[in-house]
């Protein structure tokens, strides 16, 4: 018998019309556990480098957590992973809401999806009743109106729908798979929409096993309790509290600088106001108490909800207040449209027309006012018209064929991604590690477990380390924390450690589906967080029935950082790749930059070229990795010569 897990994948082969369920060895979940872990290892298997992200041949994996639909409370995140057409890299995404537990109820841990179909189609699944249906009266109808088409066709309100909008049918980068109140983006949407695959719709109702359900529940509960009674349970920046942070630091590029005292007891007031009188309620995902997401019914608009920094982008990007946010975003999620990437792109525009790069022959018809300005283009954008075709490529690739200068406002991209658009002072070193070699190309989705700051009184700093409990088994990083006294003066060696265990919490999470805001977001919060490294062993352990301890979960975290990390070595990405957006910070110093990451690539056990080397790979279990790199030339038996194109020879490309 499986425990946790269902033991099957769903595989779907959209071209031939082909299902097929899968028993799946439980070895993979010893090694990997699950959600992005195995999904990995699928890749990895399955779609060599030469396939390309609009092939056939590349997969759309959605993958419910490991411990998804089992008691334990905030378990409910589906990772969904392919290959993206904006980076060519591993897309890495994570969604919430309550279909990652539905699949496990219907009896599948995985729904794997390669092909194109010959029209647009969804996919119903109802426990073993599966079917690829017609969905050519979705065309162009938004992600939330498509959940409700189906809910109404299938007569369930309780299926669980998962939908592109307009601009996941158009292949739009920025593109996102929406589900109720939450979204995978950041990759995954154009591959949908390449495949002509509008939506997936889920209903289980099936037993899932527990390997010692008893004492599972009765440490769930507890977590449950403590979840519930956190200070925060409403999400700090969703409930529109002091947010100088962000606002007081955001810049847009070249053209402007960051804005100066731009938050105030004022705006917070009225920003707070804003949002009571219009919110109907706070919801929550699958079995979790907090209450993160704001759902917003606005005049003339359909009812959206967001969280953290989803309210901040457009009103940042248009210079604007919350009201436009509110007026804006729930357009841009029924179109199918990232709130992180999408504003960034908008607003390059708007930039290079002010600059005469773009002139107003590029935008016929375009509104005088800058609301307008953000519609305009919001629409050009999701049904890839005009000047839209071409930001829809996201801001890296439109700059390159805009050309004529346009290089220059592309600030704000790593590894061809947008990233916050934020300028600080002096540069914080274990941030430009994370953002330079992180594998999910997003700062939210890889910072937390140590705080972003030091505490200036010594005497708060000792109370916070005593009730630390997410502090792994050393007692380094307390002494390290102790130690720090200017956000950019730390140790290389304390700057290493601190991204290892930063990354550490995330790749769990994303395996066995735990939210970051119960887990490895808030472990900069010490006390207040839920789960850790002392405890999520007990909880895998108790839910599967795999003996697991700290260094064991450690170890696999360990295999699957380095098996992400061999897929985007293995697609091209080399050390010139990792930076940081060169305004990001506003002091840097390049000498010290390339150190650090030379201290950090030895950290990890990777080579000068930031590849994982031979030693590494076999240590961890990866030997068939290191066997195809020796193959491929990207590392040789004595490793004397990194790779076959170093980052000097690619530079120079």
């Keep these: 018998m499986r425990y946790a897990e269902t033991g099957v994948n769903l595989e779907i082969d959209l071209s031939r019309g082909n299902i097929e369920k899968v028993e799946t060895d439980p070895r993979l979940m010893e090694l990997y556990l699950g959600g992005q872990g195995t999904a990995a290892k699928i890749l990895w298997d399955r779609v060599p480098p030469e396939v390309e992200p609009f092939s056939p041949d590349n997969l759309l994996i959605f993958s419910s957590g490991l411990l998804n639909g089992t008691p334990v409370p905030g378990a409910n995140r589906v990772a969904v992973n392919t290959f993206s057409p904006q980076t060519n890299l591993m897309a890495h995404s994570l969604m919430g809401g309550f279909i990652g537990p539905e699949m496990k109820h219907a009896g599948y841990d995985k729904i794997v999806i390669r092909g194109k179909a010959s029209d647009l189609v969804y996919l119903y699944i109802n426990n073993d009743k599966v079917e690829i249906r017609d969905a050519t009266h979705l065309r162009g109808k938004g992600s939330a109106e498509t959940g409700d088409i189906i809910k109404k066709e299938l007569k369930d309100a309780k299926v669980q729908v998962a939908a592109i909008g307009p601009a996941g049918e158009n292949r739009v980068y920025m593109a996102s798979i929406d589900h109720g109140h939450s979204s995978a983006a950041r990759g995954p949407g154009p591959v949908m929409g390449d495949k002509k695959l509008k939506a997936i719709a889920v209903r289980g ?6 390997a010692r359900p008893a004492e599972l529940f009765e440490i769930c509960q507890r977590l449950h309790k403590k979840i519930a009674e956190s200070a925060d349970v409403g999400d700090w920046m969703a409930v529109d509290e002091d947010d100088s942070f962000h606002h007081n630091n955001f810049a847009w590029g070249n053209a402007r600088t960051r804005i100066k005292n731009y938050w105030s007891k004022e705006l917070e007031e009225r920003w707070r106001n804003l949002k009571y009188d219009h919110m109907d309620r706070q919801t929550s995902c699958y079995n979790c108490p907090k209450q993160c997401r704001n759902v917003i019914s606005w005049p003339g608009r359909r009812r959206f909800a967001y969280k953290c920094y989803g309210k901040d982008t457009y009103h940042m ?58 519609f305009y283009l ?55 590690l994370m953002i330079a070699t992180a594998a999910k190309m997003a700062i939210t989705q890889i910072e937390g477990s140590f705080p972003q700051d030091p505490i200036a009184d010594k005497k ?43 990354e550490a919490m995330h790749f769990i999470d994303d ?99 930031g590849i994982p080397t031979k030693e590494t790979l076999d240590e961890l279990g990866l030997d068939y990795v290191s066997e195809d790199f020796v193959q491929r030339g990207i590392l040789t038996d004595d490793e004397e010569t990194p790779s076959k194109e170093t980052s000097k020879e690619k530079e120079e490309k």
Excluded at 521 to 537: D, S
């Design 317 to 374: 990007a248009a210079f604007q207040e919350l009201d436009f946010t509110y007026d804006i975003l729930g357009v841009a999620q029924d179109y199918g449209l990232d709130s992180y990437s999408t504003p960034q792109a908008i607003a390059f525009a708007l930039e290079l027309l002010e600059a005469g790069i773009l002139t107003d022959k590029d935008f016929p018809g375009m509104p005088s006012d800058v609301r307008g300005r953000f």
């Design 460 to 502: 708060e700093r000792e109370e916070f380390v005593k009730k630390w409990a997410p502090v792994v088994p050393d007692e380094k990083f307390i002494k390290y924390f102790l130690e720090w006294e200017k956000r950019n003066e730390i140790s290389n060696e304390a700057s290493c450690a601190i991204t290892d265990w930063n």
């Design 511 to 609: 395996s066995i589906g735990l939210c970051g805001f119960v887990s490895s977001f808030r472990g900069q919060f010490g006390g207040g967080v839920t789960y850790h490294m002392n405890n999520i062993p007990e909880v895998i352990s108790l839910a599967t029935g795999m003996e697991l301890d700290k260094d064991g979960l450690w170890e696999i975290f360990q295999r699957n950082r380095n098996l992400v990390r061999a897929l985007n070595v293995r697609r091209g990405m080399r050390r010139i790749d990792e930076k940081p957006p060169e305004d990001h910070w506003a002091v840097r110093d390049h000498e010290f930059e390339q150190k650090l990451l030379d201290e950090y690539y030895e950290f990890k056990g990777w080579n000068k070229d």
């Design 378 to 432: 919001l629409e050009k954008i999701a049904h890839r018209e005009g000047i839209g075709d071409v930001l829809a490529n996201g801001v890296y690739h439109a700059a390159r064929q805009i050309g004529n200068g346009a290089e220059e406002y592309d600030h704000n991209t790593t590894k061809k991604f947008e990233q916050l658009p934020i300028k600080l002072g002096k540069l914080n070193p274990p941030y430009f």
């Design 205 to 210: 109702t099936k037993d899932i096993n527990i």
